[in-house]
């Protein structure tokens, strides 16, 4: 081989090195535009992702002020809700306006986020609306008999009244009333004889001299007490008048104060329509609507409401069998009833859990869910003597989880409700009523200086 043929060769080897070099480049440069682009896209979902947040924190904040104030108009100005270095700025402002039928409220709110806190303008901006519905009180928050009201944990009772028949035993950090807002507790020490077979003359008045109220360290009352028999006011002085109350009213004798009733059989009756609970065009399954017509037997042993169904209830309700309400599931009381509640009657037992919404309407009217289960075996029976003493231990209501169902009324009518979880309730009723768990289940529906509890009844992403 000659010398230019060697450098001829030379000269392509170099020529295909700089071909190669800048086609290399070239795809350099697009894989880093690429993953400039990606980079831009992700952050850009992350503030977008971060704007409906805080607008949806805002929503949550004016509910909470809301059951604080009735009056209470929105966040006018920018309320933080983050600042940081990786996320940015977020802010939401809010408005609270009065709707026309006068028991709704509509709520707008507006989240902002920047890309750091000396930006002047936002990045992204996201806005949602909710109807809000207030539910009035009923009245009362526990009303028990014989088997009296047992409180642990940290469960609290507040914002109305309690009538107890037989005793009121309180542990842990449990409390009924506040400080700033007492309430009238009634307890008539009608639980004796005692024992676990106290015969056909149960339940009576206790004249053993026995304290009717029983309470831990940490336990407080809160209001105007009147307890029949009891001298003490607490191993702490946990018997407090708070800011109107009156403590307690040593030589007392509460009145006798009857428990809701309900007409199962007038209910029953009443019936025009008897359909499937478990299956068919009643049975709920995934996010399905459902309205059940006023007078309707939903038959099957367990009926469940659950995953993501909406459920409206137009009137009055019979199950033969148990009611399961868990999952997502929505259950409203349709306008159309006003202000007459509806009454769910249950022969079987309730169960409530899971993250379930039970919404009042506009009228402000929720549901009483009433179980009729009892120890003589026949829901329609009517135990008393031993039998009622051994039907106040069955747990035929239970309400747990998060399930939020303010003003609403859960009745164990022969037998006892149990409520625990993080949830409220309007008010419960029953043989025994216990109150269990570390969480706070919020009885009555006013809380703080509000007069009623709000809750979300429909919601809706603007932009």
């Known amino acids: 081989m000659n010398r230019n043929d060697t450098k001829n060769e030379h000269g392509w080897v170099l020529v295909s090195a700089i071909i190669m070099i800048m086609f290399l480049t070239a795809i350099g440069f697009s894989i880093a535009e690429l993953v400039a682009v990606q980079y831009q896209h992700t952050r850009r979902e992350m503030y977008d992702q971060n704007a409906q947040l805080v607008a949806e924190a805002g929503l949550e904040q004016s509910v909470h002020e809301l059951n604080t104030d009735d009056s209470f108009a929105g966040y006018a100005s920018a309320q933080t809700f983050f600042d940081d270095t990786t996320q940015g700025k977020g802010t939401f ?6 709707n026309a039928d006068g028991n709704s409220k509509t709520i707008i709110s507006t ?3 920047y890309r750091s806190d000396t930006d002047t303008t936002p990045y992204l901006t996201r806005k949602v609306r909710a109807t809000v519905v ?13 088997g009296g009201l047992i409180l642990s944990g940290s469960a609290t009772i507040t914002n109305s009244n309690v009538y107890v028949d037989g005793t009121i035993t309180m542990t842990g950090a449990s409390k009924i009333g506040t400080s700033s807002n007492p309430v009238n507790v009634d307890v008539g020490n009608i639980a004796c004889p005692k024992g676990s077979s106290p015969g056909s003359s149960y339940p009576e008045l206790c004249t053993d001299g026995s304290q009717p109220i029983s309470m831990d360290w940490s336990t407080n009352i809160y209001g105007t007490v009147c307890a029949t028999g009891q001298t003490s006011t607490g191993p702490n002085n946990n018997i407090q008048g708070g800011s109107s109350g009156s403590g307690l009213q040593v030589g007392c004798t509460a009145p006798a104060v009857s428990q809701p009733t309900y007409d199962r059989s007038g209910i029953i009756s009443a019936v025009t329509d008897t359909e499937s609970g478990t299956s068919g065009s009643y049975a709920c399954s995934g996010n399905k609507s459902i309205t059940l017509p006023a007078n309707i037997e939903l038959t099957g042993s367990t009926v469940s409401w659950g995953n993501s169904c909406k459920i409206t209830i137009s009137g009055n309700v019979y199950i033969p069998g148990n009611l399961s309400i868990g999952g997502a599931v929505r259950v409203n009381v349709a306008d159309s009833t006003g202000s007459t509640r509806p009454i769910v009657v249950v022969d079987g037992t309730i169960n409530v859990a899971g993250s379930a919404s039970l919404i009042a309407n506009s009228s402000g009217a929720g549901i009483d869910f009433v179980s009729f289960k009892n120890a003589t075996g026949d829901p329609g029976g009517t135990p008393t003597g031993t039998v009622l003493y051994n039907s106040q231990q069955e ?13 609403m009324i859960f009745d164990a009518y022969w037998s006892e409700v149990t409520l ?6 309007g008010a419960a009723a029953g043989q025994t009523v216990n109150l269990s768990g570390a969480g706070t289940v919020i009885f009555g529906t006013e809380l703080s ?7 979300i009844s429909s919601y809706q992403p603007l932009y």
């Open 395 to 407: 747990n035929n209501v239970s309400v747990g989880g998060a399930a939020s169902s303010a003003g």
């Open 449 to 455: 200086s509000g007069s009623k509890t709000w809750t």
């Open 134 to 146: 207030g539910t009035g009180s009923s009245g009362y928050s526990v009303a028990t008999g014989p």
């Open 111 to 113: 989240g902002e986020v």
């Open 420 to 425: 625990g979880g993080s949830g409220n309730v």
């Open 93 to 98: 402002t809010t408005s609270v306006t009065d």
